[in-house]
Structure formats: structure tokens, C-alpha cells
């Protein structure tokens, strides 16, 4: 299921058992309608997700269409019907192997589950599809990486945030890929299930099914569990133990003089007595010199000139 952006909530269901699957609409005045029924390739599997114009499309026949909800019409924007792996433009020349989940970003990119290829591919405005995730030769594997260095075993769904980022939810785990390609796991583990909360690896979930982004949290229906749980990117604060930093004062003296004189740094804790410090060759004036060895209580500075 997904959101648009009139707030209104849609559904792919079957309509009974044997029936053919639809889509079903629940506005936010809680009134549930059946949108339409007879769109081509949709399945109980199809992936939905709405563009900036909302505009719906889904998964379907190794297609992508989009549903002009206005209009009511249906258009192929992206597969060819064929089951293959194939980048190239439009409806014509790229293949899809059993596609699923959708999302979409700011700049209206269509990203694809192309589950069949355990792959991630992208589908930008002018219909170009190119692979963007994913590596079709390791079948059953999960690793992080960028791009093609990734790899996958199953994504149930995925959703988009406002900075161009991607979230896969996979089962036992939450990833994410960033608009460089970037794909991280950000909660659980590839291949440990079970109930646990916690940071990054040490949750756990058992059938993550679907989610969304909202407030800057992500929310992840955790089915296996029967719980809907949220991952936040603002911990509370944590008692930490003191930071190993000293902080020291170095006082320092201007000395306005005659240039290529000497002059003595005198130091004294209460104006009487006075002390050596140190003795420089005036190179400059004014001239800066800093007290390097750090002081605390007061302390005094003089520069006397030598014969």
C-alpha cells in the first residue's frame, strides 16, 4: 500500500478467491471505494508508488505502468513484456524479470524490485532504465556496497525520504541507498530473525513487510512480530564519560620596541617579584610573544630591553 499526495491511502487486493486483483482507495474521511479493476498485468505482487504530478504506477507482466487516475488511462512506460535484464529506453527495449516494489524520489526517478534479477533499477523521467543497485550473478547473497557492489536477496518494499535516499525493507532487515548508490543496512541482520530493539545490528525483526517515512522517523510493519515499529535517526541523550581534553591558558604579551634588540620576558604572581622568562631578538614591531607553558592563577608579563 501507499499514500498519495492527496492523503488518500491505496491498496492492491484480490477480489476474492480466483477474482482479479484491484485497487482499493481509503480517503481521509475514512470512506473506502474501489478505484479500478480491470488495469492490465496488476497482481496481488504489483508494487505501487505516486510521482510529484500524482500519477500511480505499478509492477506488473515484467511492465511498468502509470494510471492517470483522472483520466483513467494506462500506459507501458518502461519493460517490453519479456522476462530478460536489459537497460535501454522506454517500453520497447528494456526487459524487467518479475518486478515488484516501487518507489519514487524528489526528481520523479520510478526505482524498481526487479526481483527476478535481485537487482535495483531506475527509471528517470524520460523512461531511460538503467541498474543502479544489484549484481544479477550472485543470486541469494546480501552485502553492502555501492551500486552494482551491492547485493540482495529479497526487498518487500521500499520507500523514499525528502533527501533522495531509498529505504529497502528486507525481511529481517531495514536498508537504505543513498542518491550516490550507496546501500547500507540500518536495522537488523541479513540472515538472523526474531524481535529485539535496539541500535543498528542489534534489532531484530521476523518478516519486515512494508514502511514509510514521516517526521524523520521510518516506520516498518514488522509482520512476523505483529508490530509496527519505528527507527529514529535522534537518540535520546546518553551519560558518556568525561572527554580526555585539557584546556590550558597561554597569555600573551605585545611588545612595541626597537627592531634587532634583545629583550628579556619577565614574569612576576604579584607585581614585587620578578623572574626571568625568556629572551628574543625583536624582529618585528609590534611583536606578539605567547606564553607556550600555559598558566594558571595570575601571572604578570614585562619585556625589559637589554643593553
Same mark, same amino acid.
Given at each position: 500500500? #501507499?499514500?498519495?499526495?492527496? &492523503? $488518500?491511502?491505496?491498496?492492491?487486493?484480490?477480489?476474492?478467491?480466483?477474482?482479479?486483483?484491484?485497487?482499493?482507495?481509503?480517503?481521509? %474521511?475514512?470512506?473506502?471505494?474501489?478505484?479500478?479493476?480491470?488495469?492490465?498485468?496488476?497482481? *496481488?505482487?504489483?508494487?505501487?508508488?505516486?510521482?510529484?504530478?500524482?500519477?500511480?504506477?505499478? /509492477?506488473?507482466?515484467?511492465?511498468?505502468?502509470?494510471? %492517470? @487516475?483522472?483520466?483513467?488511462?494506462?500506459?507501458?512506460?518502461?519493460?517490453?513484456?519479456?522476462?530478460?535484464?536489459?537497460?535501454?529506453?522506454?517500453?520497447?527495449?528494456?526487459? =524487467?524479470?518479475?518486478?515488484?516494489?516501487?518507489?519514487?524520489?524528489?526528481?520523479?526517478?520510478?526505482? #524498481?524490485?526487479?526481483?527476478?534479477?535481485?537487482?535495483?533499477? @531506475?527509471?528517470?523521467?524520460?523512461? &531511460?532504465?538503467?541498474?543502479?543497485?544489484?549484481?544479477? &550473478?550472485?543470486?541469494?547473497?546480501?552485502?553492502?556496497?555501492?551500486?552494482? &557492489? !551491492?547485493?540482495? %536477496?529479497?526487498?518487500? /518494499?521500499?520507500?523514499?525520504?525528502?533527501?533522495?535516499?531509498?529505504?529497502?525493507?528486507?525481511?529481517?532487515?531495514? @536498508?537504505?541507498?543513498?542518491?550516490?548508490?550507496?546501500?547500507?543496512?540500518?536495522?537488523?541482520?541479513?540472515?538472523?530473525?526474531?524481535?529485539?530493539?535496539? !541500535?543498528?545490528? =542489534?534489532?531484530?525483526?521476523?518478516?519486515?513487510?512494508?514502511?514509510?517515512?514521516?517526521?524523520?522517523?521510518?516506520?516498518?510493519?514488522?509482520?512476523?512480530?505483529?508490530?509496527? @515499529?519505528?527507527?529514529?535517526?535522534?537518540?535520546?541523550?546518553?551519560?558518556?564519560?568525561? !572527554?580526555?581534553?585539557?584546556?590550558?591558558?597561554?597569555?600573551?604579551?605585545?611588545?612595541?620596541?626597537?627592531?634587532?634588540?634583545?629583550?628579556?620576558?619577565? *614574569?612576576?604572581?604579584?607585581?614585587? $617579584?620578578? *623572574?626571568?622568562? $625568556?629572551?628574543?631578538?625583536?624582529?618585528? /614591531?609590534?611583536?606578539?610573544?605567547?606564553?607556550?607553558?600555559?598558566?594558571?592563577?595570575?601571572?604578570?608579563?614585562?619585556?625589559?630591553?637589554?643593553?
Amino acid at each position: 500500500m #501507499v499514500i498519495d499526495h492527496a &492523503n $488518500t491511502l491505496w491498496l492492491v487486493l484480490l477480489n476474492g478467491y480466483g477474482g482479479l486483483p484491484y485497487l482499493l482507495t481509503i480517503g481521509t %474521511n475514512g470512506y473506502v471505494s474501489i478505484e479500478n479493476g480491470g488495469l492490465p498485468d496488476l497482481g *496481488t505482487s504489483s508494487g505501487i508508488c505516486f510521482d510529484s504530478a500524482n500519477n500511480l504506477y505499478y /509492477s506488473g507482466g515484467n511492465r511498468i505502468y502509470r494510471y %492517470n @487516475r483522472n483520466n483513467e488511462s494506462v500506459q507501458a512506460i518502461a519493460g517490453n513484456g519479456t522476462a530478460g535484464n536489459f537497460d535501454g529506453p522506454g517500453p520497447l527495449f528494456s526487459q =524487467f524479470s518479475y518486478p515488484t516494489a516501487l518507489a519514487c524520489d524528489q526528481a520523479d526517478n520510478i526505482y #524498481v524490485w526487479d526481483s527476478g534479477n535481485v537487482t535495483i533499477r @531506475r527509471i528517470d523521467p524520460a523512461r &531511460n532504465v538503467t541498474t543502479v543497485a544489484g549484481n544479477s &550473478n550472485y543470486y541469494w547473497q546480501t552485502t553492502d556496497g555501492v551500486g552494482t &557492489n !551491492a547485493t540482495f %536477496n529479497q526487498i518487500s /518494499s521500499m520507500f523514499s525520504d525528502n533527501a533522495g535516499n531509498i529505504y529497502l525493507v528486507c525481511n529481517n532487515c531495514i @536498508r537504505k541507498m543513498d542518491a550516490q548508490t550507496n546501500v547500507v543496512t540500518l536495522a537488523g541482520t541479513f540472515y538472523q530473525n526474531g524481535y529485539a530493539n535496539g !541500535a543498528g545490528d =542489534f534489532a531484530r525483526f521476523n518478516n519486515a513487510m512494508g514502511g514509510c517515512f514521516s517526521q524523520g522517523m521510518i516506520f516498518i510493519a514488522d509482520a512476523g512480530n505483529n508490530r509496527i @515499529r519505528n527507527i529514529t535517526f535522534n537518540p535520546q541523550p546518553q551519560v558518556v564519560s568525561p !572527554a580526555s581534553l585539557q584546556l590550558n591558558t597561554y597569555p600573551g604579551l605585545q611588545i612595541t620596541g626597537t627592531v634587532g634588540r634583545t629583550y628579556q620576558i619577565q *614574569t612576576s604572581p604579584d607585581l614585587k $617579584t620578578w *623572574t626571568k622568562k $625568556t629572551t628574543l631578538l625583536l624582529t618585528a /614591531s609590534p611583536y606578539l610573544w605567547i606564553d607556550q607553558s600555559g598558566v594558571s592563577g595570575n601571572n604578570f608579563y614585562r619585556a625589559v630591553m637589554l643593553p
